[in-house]
């Protein structure tokens, strides 16, 4: 189905073409080698796109993504942001959207992992390990790790799970020498974020990354989303020093998940979204950025 962007960007000059869970791609003749990626209020969980959106996601996500690109000093797909978009965008769109280099993506999901939580804590209860790197015995959910650890998935199509790989099985689909790279700059690119995040009273849990080549340079660049709420789990550090039940709770959608998980068995199509929860979790990205953006 159409929407109001894609009209108003086809009289632009950008054609619609993928739409991802939350991202929607356009190319244009007059741009070669450029994306325009706009990110929308859309929201998932359990694989399903839900109803109603989050107000104002889509230009938080992008507006923290824009910031940790010019914090972090790695090579990055951005070519174009807001504001300047703003002189060739609508006003809705712009501060959603960026113009990216078009890349040859790695079918990676570069997940660094500092705690043990989500899908790692359930997989180190079976298995004492995550993603094939063993871990010690006698953790509990939320413990920090003794050292950040690299553990890839393999990237699904839309609508189907990730599937977590070992350090071997990804070398096997990108090749030894780029899979190395791509988890030494994962692990740098945590250290360095970390770090950041620290200064302002947050602990980052875990993140994922995502890296293209560009075919022009045959350079390895940062790509897609980076640090958001959408990629990473970060905790407030106070409540997570001072213990409790709520010690885990992120700045993401897992408001959302929770409700869900409480009031749908996950067959059919998912209930509508109650005004109670969207507007918890839109505070909750809106206080993320803005812990971030001002300097401490």
Known sequence: MKTVADSRL????????????????????????????????????????????????????????????????????????????????????????????????????????????????????????????????????????????FTPAFKAPMGEHDENITFERMAEIVGDADAVMLRDASLRIFMTASAIAAERGILLADSKFEFGRDPQTGEAVLADEVLTSDSSRYWDAATYAAGGPGRLESYDKQIVRDWLAANWDKTGDPPELPAEIVERTAARYRELVDRFLVEP
């Open 10 to 149: 086809e009289a632009l000059g950008w054609h619609h073409l993928y739409s991802g869970k939350v991202r929607d791609l356009y190319e244009s003749g007059s741009h070669p080698g450029r994306l325009l990626v706009v990110t929308s209020d859309r929201v998932s969980a359990f694989d399903h796109i839900l109803e109603p959106g989050i107000p104002g996601k889509g230009a938080l996500l992008t507006q923290l993504s824009l910031w940790w690109f010019g914090k972090l000093g790695e090579p990055t797909h951005l070519a174009a942001a807001h504001p300047s978009l703003g002189e060739h965008l609508p006003d809705e769109i712009a501060p959603r959207t960026m113009i990216v280099h078009a890349l040859d993506m790695f079918p990676i999901e570069c997940v660094v992992r500092g705690y043990l939580a989500g899908s790692g804590w359930a997989e180190y209860r079976v298995t004492q390990s995550v993603c094939g790197v063993p871990l010690p015995a006698g953790l509990e959910e939320g413990d920090e790790l003794p050292e950040p650890i």
